[in-house]
């Protein structure tokens, strides 16, 4: 039960994109079309921002989208804004449990 | 409105027993998978268990498996996490969740510390 694998930080100008990686294995991002990502403000729950690689809860801006490749799952942010300036969590499902990232550190030039 | 209410977090000395429980309400408990995330402090978010909407299939971390025990009862639109022999490395805060899509509902959290 190996956390994927994410950048510890990206960063952006705002109005740019940035694309955070998330890299599991044929037995979690490879297999399952279950990957979500969450946003986390410091001392707040996390929100879900994408879920099934690339669905995206109502309210939640189009500038968030979601992608997969193999075993690495990728969550794109357009259109930076500040708000968006904080951390982030890849999640998976691996049949007989689920899987967190390590958290990427979103940081908004 | 969807609501999810821990409770039960509290400091404890290693090898000691603590009973989390989160309280829900606004949707039908019943029909829904249920999980605990634990963040030890200033760290990332990690997967604790899971509950399946009938109770009768439960996932466990390798790190908790044989001393943590999630369980729920539907009746009372609740769940728990039983949590024994705790270790220093348990200190986090606890967050109840909810499926259905990722997990778009979340608790507060409630902080257990173990520590001597």
């Known amino acids: 039960q190996s956390a994927l694998t994410q950048p510890r930080s990206v960063s952006g100008s705002p109005g740019q994109s940035v694309t955070i990686s998330c890299t599991g294995s044929s037995n979690d991002v490879g297999a399952y079309n279950y990957v979500s990502w969450y946003q986390q403000h410091p001392g707040k729950a996390p929100k879900l921002v994408i879920y099934d690689v690339t669905k995206r809860p109502s309210g939640v801006p189009d500038r968030f989208s979601g992608s997969k490749s193999g075993n690495t799952a990728s969550l794109t942010i357009s259109g930076l804004q500040a708000e968006d300036e904080t951390d982030y969590y890849c999640?998976?499902?691996?049949?007989?449990?689920?899987?967190f990232g390590g958290g990427t550190k979103l940081t908004v030039l | 409105e969807v609501q999810l209410v821990e409770s039960g977090g509290g400091l404890v000395h290693p090898g000691e027993s603590l009973k989390l429980s989160c309280a829900a309400s606004g949707f039908t408990f019943s029909a829904y998978r249920m999980h605990w995330v634990r963040q030890a402090p200033g760290k990332g978010l990690v997967w604790v268990s899971c509950?399946?909407?009938?109770?009768?299939?439960?996932k466990y971390a390798d790190s908790v498996k044989g001393r943590f025990t999630i369980s729920r009862d539907n009746a009372k639109n609740t769940f728990y996490l039983q949590m024994n022999s705790l270790r220093a490395e348990d200190t986090a805060v606890y967050y109840c969740a909810r499926d259905g899509g990722g997990l778009p509902y979340w608790g507060q959290g409630t902080l257990v510390t173990v520590s001597s």
């Open positions: 509950i399946e909407s009938y109770g009768g299939s439960t």
């Open positions: 999640c998976s499902y691996a049949g007989t449990y689920f899987v």
